[in-house]
């Protein structure tokens, strides 16, 4: 239980003695002001436990993108210790394609789809991420209701489930992309040398997932591809 719950207990006895206690002016005044202090309290509390909460899980963002980029020098050294000066052009070279892909996500109108897409990695970390956003898909003119980052997060915890004993799958794909009227979001899972693997669904999990998502198109492309379809304006 959140400490901040622990300021509720004042206005519930509060409203338990008002009920049972015959009520007069002095009364009535004080046990008002005990109720709005309390709430008072309650609120400021629970205010902070939030913050703490927020300011918890950017530490634990930084400290993964400081390990990543300790990751990434100790590779560039190694390379530079074996005088490899093709290997580390090429590794710069896939970091700043990495970087632009990034610079392009960060700049989607929708910022709460912008982080999550931005932070896959953070929340996901059993499986190296690539996000392509491809020329084809279309953001909506003004921000919608469509909760997008509820759908994804709950397709992409539907694959860690099917995923916990297939220790093959190393990489997933997440690609935006779009037609005339509808965006896609698909899914796929490569191994450590980028094959592409099958998705085998059991029939069960498939209809359960379909389930949470009937007022969209969810479909399986060849067993590989997982796709979530969501209309567009354009």
């Known amino acids: ?19 049972l206690t015959t009520m007069d002016v002095v009364w009535f005044f004080t046990m008002t002001v005990v ?16 913050q703490q909460q927020e300011a918890e899980k950017t530490k634990r963002l930084l400290s993964k993108i400081r390990h990543d980029l300790m990751n990434h ?29 990034e610079r392009e996500i960060s700049e989607l109108k929708d910022e709460e789809l912008a982080v999550f897409l931005l932070t896959l990695a953070h929340h996901f970390p059993q499986w190296e991420w690539e996000v392509q956003k491809l020329p084809t898909y279309v953001e909506q003119p003004t921000k919608t209701n469509e ?25 997933v794909v997440l690609q935006l992309s779009g037609d005339t009227r509808t965006n896609f979001f698909s899914f796929q899972v490569y191994d450590a ?37 969501t209309s567009v304006s354009r």
């Open 1 to 19: 239980m959140p400490r901040s719950a622990f300021y509720l207990l004042v206005p519930m006895i509060v409203l338990v003695v008002w009920g």
């Open 35 to 50: 109720f709005v202090l309390s709430l008072f309290f309650y609120i400021r509390a629970t205010k902070k436990e939030q």
């Open 73 to 101: 020098v100790q590779v560039l050294m190694g390379y530079q210790m074996m005088n490899r000066v093709d290997k580390i052009s090429e590794y710069l070279d896939r970091l700043a394609k990495q970087a632009m892909v």
């Open 147 to 171: 909760p997008i980052v509820n759908w994804l997060s709950t397709c992409i915890e539907w694959l860690a489930k099917m995923g916990e004993n297939k220790y093959d799958w190393q990489k």
């Open 193 to 229: 040398e980028n094959n592409l693997l099958p998705l085998h669904v059991p029939a069960g999990e498939w209809t359960n997932l379909k389930n949470q998502f009937k007022q969209l198109q969810l479909e399986m492309e060849n067993q590989q591809r997982l796709i979530l379809r």
